[in-house]
């Protein structure tokens, strides 16, 4: 922290214009100390003349101590880039004789995206067990509360219920969602509703409809909905009273870079210190979440699907081993051919699900082995046909694909495994008169389902094929089957959250038929495994037992909730300096008897541009054990703590 000068008392939570060394830079005012004993530069301007709002400082000296990061860089997620600039329109107050003057014009209109469409006011119908799910949420004790509600049983509805009723009471509200693409149903329906009052935040806007849109919230004195992914949590709400969570197990909640937080965590501490409501909804919550509101009370439970007409889809696990299935091709079993052949006759929609883009995962040499990998990560490089590349997922390396092997110059490449893009040819080439659409994070601008979706739900695709993508928030009237190509892709990865994910996906894409639109729902789900028990409480759609499942996995290998997890990893550009840096850390912590030290270890994404990496993942039944663990840290370490997934 820096002191400076003023000729006024400053609020804490005030922004100002401060001078460090040449250059000048964004500061906020956090206390009013006595004069020191040496000279202090004076501010050059406050910058609002109102502060931030007291329980956003609170949640940066939180985020602080709470995940051991430098506290300027929990303010920075805060502040909008480009702060300092005057911007037409802006409404920056001049408190200094020196400031620049500010230039007319009415501000600039920011248009929402495309999906939400002014209409009358909706009238907010709750079913009696959405009643009841609203009502327990209300009286479950502490801040943050679980609801639990199956795929299909109307959660949103009692969002808005909840979201009402703090707007009466004078009450701002944030609603996060993991993508606005992904989730265009449910920010329509918030738009319908609240109209006026809806501010969208997310990261297609520029940096000065970022700003702009700060100093909107900031200077209201109305209760606003914020809507947007993990950096809505920040918006300068006055007076916030309500914040809810859609979709919460999923990991874009979790930020990845420094520094590093988990949005669940902090709005979970805002809520306290606004003394308000935090919400998460989830058809298959994270465990841990789990664990705690039902230990906690907080818990509510919505298990009736919205609709009457709701029905219960025909599932058929059809074992890849098994080749007499796919005799008719190698990807699609005769099951789910057969689907979507009636589905084409009848005008209906199918959609494949399979979580790997591109044509083929793996291209190998037929005569040395020699396998293609990326030059800078090491990692395979996929194969996309459609432009006949080789690129790498991780650091977006390409190249065109080679006419022979680069270390026996064979000229014979074989690329194994599939993605979507080639699931995509192939059904096309088996059904040449079938609209086909593949949706995935290949599509360009003007591609993607939050582009298409009103075609799509119109019946102008007849067979969708894409990643997750597909598996959430869709609501498509004319969906009569879900194929999934490969269900047991994700359950080998060496992670212990790696279960948890293949079950929350099948389940989302189970999800997606059976809503009440037709009288039929088919499920195809192709697997190597089809006995393993992720696959069974997936199809069951029996997440409790499917928890109680999993919750005996994690206490007998001490993974989260019974354990705390922290995983630190150091980048250097020589690897045998990283592996004997990790090496003395491992055995300096090892000494620590609260901890449990795993041995040191390549990272998933071992070499990047930045050098080699190695990582160590430490456990203790003592979170505190962990955050001292941290202090001793050599400078170069960087820390994750409580991450959703090693990988």
């Known amino acids: 922290m820096l002191t400076y000068t003023f000729d006024k008392v400053l609020k804490p939570g005030t922004l100002v214009e401060i001078p460090i060394g040449k250059f000048r830079a964004a500061g906020v005012v956090v206390k009013k100390v006595a004069q020191p004993e040496f000279k202090c530069r004076g501010i050059v301007r406050i910058l609002y003349s109102r502060p931030l709002p007291a329980h956003l400082v609170a949640t940066a000296w939180w985020i602080a101590e709470y995940y051991q990061v430098p506290v300027t860089a929990a303010l920075n997620m805060i502040l909008p880039v480009g702060i300092l ?5 802006s409404c920056q107050s001049l408190s200094s004789p020196t400031s620049p003057s500010l230039r007319g014009g009415p501000p600039p209109r920011l248009s929402p995206p495309q999906y939400i469409e002014p ?9 009696p067990h959405q009643k009841m799910a609203l009502k327990g949420l209300l009286e479950a004790p502490g801040a943050t509360k679980l609801l639990f509600g199956v795929t299909g049983s109307g959660k949103t509805n009692i969002y808005l219920k909840m979201a009402e009723k703090a707007l009466l009471e004078q009450k701002s509200v944030i609603l996060l969602v993991p993508e606005i693409a992904l989730t265009g149903q449910l920010v329509q329906v918030f ?9 969208l935040i997310h990261s297609g806007q520029t940096e000065a409809e970022r700003h702009l849109i700060f100093e909107k919230l900031l200077n209201s004195d109305e ?13 300068p709400l006055s007076n916030l009273g309500l914040i809810i969570i859609d979709e919460e197990h999923e990991s874009t909640y979790y930020q990845e870079n420094t520094p590093k937080y988990s949005a669940i965590r902090v709005a979970s501490f805002m809520a306290k210190e606004v003394h308000g409501d935090c919400i998460l909804g989830s058809a298959t919550p994270n465990i841990s979440d789990y664990y705690i509101a039902k230990k906690q009370g907080s818990l509510i439970r919505l ?12 599932i058929q696990i059809i074992d890849f081993k098994d080749r007499a299935n796919f005799c008719k091709n190698r990807y699609f079993s005769k099951a789910l051919l057969s689907l979507i052949e009636k589905n084409l006759e009848q005008g209906r929609q199918t959609l494949i699900f399979h979580n790997r883009r591109g044509s083929s995962p793996l291209t190998i040499c037929e005569k040395c082995g020699n396998e293609l990998l990326c030059p800078t990560c090491f990692l395979p490089l996929t194969l996309h046909a459609d432009s006949y590349t080789l690129q790498c997922h991780t650091c977006g390396y390409y190249c065109k694909v080679p006419t022979g092997c680069p270390e026996c110059g064979y000229p014979d490449l074989i690329h194994k495994g599939f993605g979507t893009k080639l699931l995509e040819s192939e059904l096309v080439r088996l059904f040449p008169k079938a609209r086909v659409r593949r949706f995935d994070a290949d599509n360009k601008k003007g591609e993607g389902m939050d582009a298409l979706y009103s075609e799509v739900r119109d019946g102008g695709v007849d067979i969708l094929v894409g990643t997750q993508t597909l598996a959430k928030g869709l609501d498509l009237p004319k969906l009569a089957t879900v194929g999934v190509v490969a269900a047991d892709a994700g359950l080998s990865l060496p992670d212990f959250a790696a279960e948890e994910r293949v079950f929350q996906l099948l389940t989302q894409v189970i999800g997606r038929v059976g809503r009440g639109h037709l009288t039929e729902a088919n499920v195809v789900i192709q697997t190597y495994r089809p006995e393993h028990p992720v696959l069974k409480y997936a199809v069951d759609e029996d997440y409790e037992g499917f928890a109680e499942y999993l919750l005996k996995q994690r206490q007998r290998s001490g993974f989260p909730p019974f354990k705390y997890v922290m995983r630190l990893d150091l980048t250097l550009k020589t690897e045998k ?27 998933f994404h071992e070499r990047t541009l930045r050098g080699y990496t190695w990582e160590i993942v430490v456990r203790s039944a003592s979170r505190k054990a962990l955050i ?15 991450p959703p997934s090693l990988l």
């Open 191 to 199: 738009g319908e509703v609240f109209g006026d009052k809806i501010t």
């Open 85 to 89: 600039k005057i911007r037409r329109g």
């Open 577 to 603: 300096i990283v592996l004997r840096k990790i090496q003395e850390t491992a055995q300096r912590l090892a000494l620590d008897k609260r901890l449990i030290i795993s041995p040191p270890m390549p990272a």
């Open 628 to 642: 001292e663990a941290c202090k001793g840290l050599d400078q170069g370490f960087r820390v994750s703590l409580e």
């Open 303 to 314: 298990k009736e699907k919205a609709k009457a007409e709701a029905i219960k889809p025909k």
């Open 119 to 127: 209409s009358p006011p909706r009238l907010i119908r709750l079913n």
């Open 223 to 235: 209760p606003q909905v914020v809507v947007g992914p993990r950096s809505a949590l920040f918006a």
